[in-house]
């Protein structure tokens, strides 16, 4: 580990959550976004330690402008000032004040998302030759929805679609050097045409690193695709000689085979507009191309099938994101995840276990050494003892620190009257402990019956559609219910169910149990991923080849979790 490093506020297994010396500056142009900017910096503040560049391109709303000045006055904050100039040339003026070797533009009303700004930072770090990190999107905000972005900064692509959009990170002098097009209304878009000119870099990290705000009315972004055409006119002028080359560009293209017929079709069709044939490119490229990073059949609509289906219905039946779990129960301070199983805390209710603001304890409740001399076999090991001695040692790496566990030794023949009185016995504890800073977290219950290893057994078009089974996990149901039982009856302390992750493609439990109360926390899915490698014994079980091969890129970007109308706590969203 380098000198300079501060590990006291990280988990002892992962990489340092702050360094002492930024690597990074996030510039922000902001009119009137205050309310918003508040988000923002608690996503900053989340992560490894930035500079913040924020432009305030003459706000007026009273409220901005009383943040910005309390903003001014912390620590690691610059505001600069200018007159209504528009995000590309606050953004031009940003950069030029940044002293760390990266900088990353962020606008105002969007988010970072946990552990983006660390990957992000790693990856220029490792790659001396790389100019520019970026990695997917979640829409959040009226709708809720992740958007693979670009693999590489590939010319022929990027005559087709800006694919990068904000967000992007990049070694400070190059992103100078690039500037944002101040004569477009996509100044992104111009940016990497202009990085793509001077022949720099770039890559996907693959996972999702930022947030972007979908708002209800139309924002400066729909204003400009109106006008979709024209723009599109003026970047073909000032980098024409990318769009002329636009056939060489293609055999040198790492779009695949059937994406590159894709834009050679439309390209070639007379009379159709520019703003045509890239709404088309884009359109059916999704279905050959990006739907490998399409895979998440429950709460996100990702699947283009899916998405066909649910572009208009309303978005309040997923919930809101919000950052941390003290925006829905703010007076948490101490949580307890009821987990079923030794695994289900890390692959379920990540977000929780991984929040700096609180301090956590895992109750296990099945732990007793398995019977299955089948399961026995499968993992290797010779006695249901040394099974259960594995597994433990399985779930004290995954937890790495972040929680304290309490095993309740429960096995399969327990009744439900010894199972309350155990669990019951464990949450007083907590609850004497925190008194009302206790929260309680139990399995919302959805699942398959069949153990985990036969998940593979729900067929591919079942899952495709998520339309597979919605049978229960007995074990999850029981522990849900026990811990709502308890809850009922303690007026003082708050409960919410997280969304059973491994049985995702049944039906989700959350949406047939409390739609209204439910709520999105965003997950930094590479600390999620080591955590889930721990688990070596159920890695094939749970997750296939492919899957285990790009774990951050795959596991969904947010954890789904509500809360029960208990009637008793938190404010109403
Ligand atoms: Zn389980």
């Given at each position: 580990m380098e000198l300079g490093v501060?590990?006291?506020?990280?988990?002892?297994?992962?990489?340092?959550?702050?360094l002492v010396t930024?690597?990074?500056?996030i510039i922000t142009p902001c009119f009137n976004d205050g309310v918003f900017l508040e988000e923002l910096r608690r996503s900053i503040e989340l992560g490894e330690m930035v500079e913040h560049v924020i432009v305030d391109d003459g706000s007026t709303d009273p409220v901005t402008l009383e943040i910005l000045a309390s903003l001014e006055k912390g620590p690691g904050v610059t505001v600069?000032?200018?007159l209504r100039s528009g995000p590309a040339s606050a953004r031009n003026l940003a950069i030029r004040s940044v002293e760390t070797p990266y900088a990353m533009p962020v606008d105002a009303d969007d988010t970072i998302m946990p552990g983006a700004i660390r990957d992000l930072a790693d990856a220029l770090d490792a790659d001396p030759g790389l100019?520019?990190?970026w990695g997917d999107t979640v829409i959040f905000g009226t709708r809720l929805a992740k958007v693979p972005c670009a693999a590489d900064l590939d010319p022929w692509w990027f005559t087709f679609v800006n694919d990068v959009v904000v967000g992007l990170m990049g070694r400070t002098e190059v992103l100078a050097q690039a500037g944002w097009d101040e004569t477009s209304e996509y100044e992104d878009w111009g940016t990497t045409l202009s990085l793509i000119g001077a022949g720099a870099r770039g890559r996907n990290v693959g996972r999702v690193t930022y947030g972007y705000r979908s708002h209800t009315q139309a924002r400066r972004r729909n204003e400009a695709e109106k006008r979709d055409e024209e723009e599109i006119e003026n970047l073909r002028t000032r980098y024409r000689w990318i769009f002329r080359q636009r056939r060489e560009l293609r055999r040198r293209s790492s779009a695949p085979f059937g994406v590159r017929v894709i834009g050679t079709v439309v390209a070639g069709i007379p009379g159709l507009s520019d703003s045509s044939q890239n709404r088309w490119v884009n359109?059916?490229?999704?279905?050959?191309w990006r739907r490998r990073w399409i895979h998440h059949p429950g709460d996100l609509p990702c699947h283009p099938l899916r998405m066909r289906f649910r572009s208009d219905r309303p978005a309040h039946a997923s919930g809101p994101l919000v950052l941390g779990v003290r925006d829905v129960v703010p007076s948490a301070t101490h949580v307890v995840i009821v987990s079923p199983h030794c695994d289900d805390a890390v692959l379920s209710a990540f977000a929780l276990l991984d929040d700096p603001g609180l301090t956590v304890e895992v109750v296990n409740v099945f732990t007793e050494p398995t019977e299955s001399a089948d399961w026995i076999d499968r993992v290797g090991a010779v006695s249901a003892v040394q099974e259960a001695e594995e597994r433990q040692r399985e779930d004290q790496c995954a937890l790495g620190g972040r929680a304290v566990v309490v095993d309740l030794g429960c096995g399969p023949r327990i009744s439900e009257d010894d199972l309350r009185a155990r669990l019951g016995r464990a949450l007083e504890a907590s609850r004497q402990a925190h008194g009302a800073g206790l929260l309680v977290a139990a399995p919302a219950g959805a699942g398959l019956m069949t153990a985990a290893p036969r998940l593979h057994g729900v067929g591919p078009v079942?899952?495709?559609?998520g339309t597979a089974t919605s049978l229960r996990h007995r074990d999850h149901l029981i522990v849900r219910d026990a811990v709502l039982r308890w809850a009922a009856a303690h007026p003082d302390v708050c409960a919410i169910v997280f969304d059973d992750f491994p049985y995702h493609w049944a039906k989700s439990a959350l949406r047939?149990?409390?739609p209204d109360g439910a709520f999105h926390l965003p997950v930094d899915t590479t600390a999620k991923a080591a955590a889930i490698r721990c688990y070596a014994s159920q890695m094939e079980a749970l997750f296939t080849t492919e899957q285990r091969a790009h774990l951050e890129g795959w596991l969904p970007p947010v954890e789904a979790?509500?809360?029960?109308?208990l009637g008793h706590c938190g404010p109403t969203m």
């Open positions: 501060d590990t006291s506020s990280g988990p002892p297994n992962l990489v340092p959550r702050r930024p690597r990074c500056t600069l000032r200018t100019s520019v990190v359109r059916l490229s999704r279905y050959v079942a899952r495709l559609l047939s149990a409390d979790y509500s809360r029960p109308d």
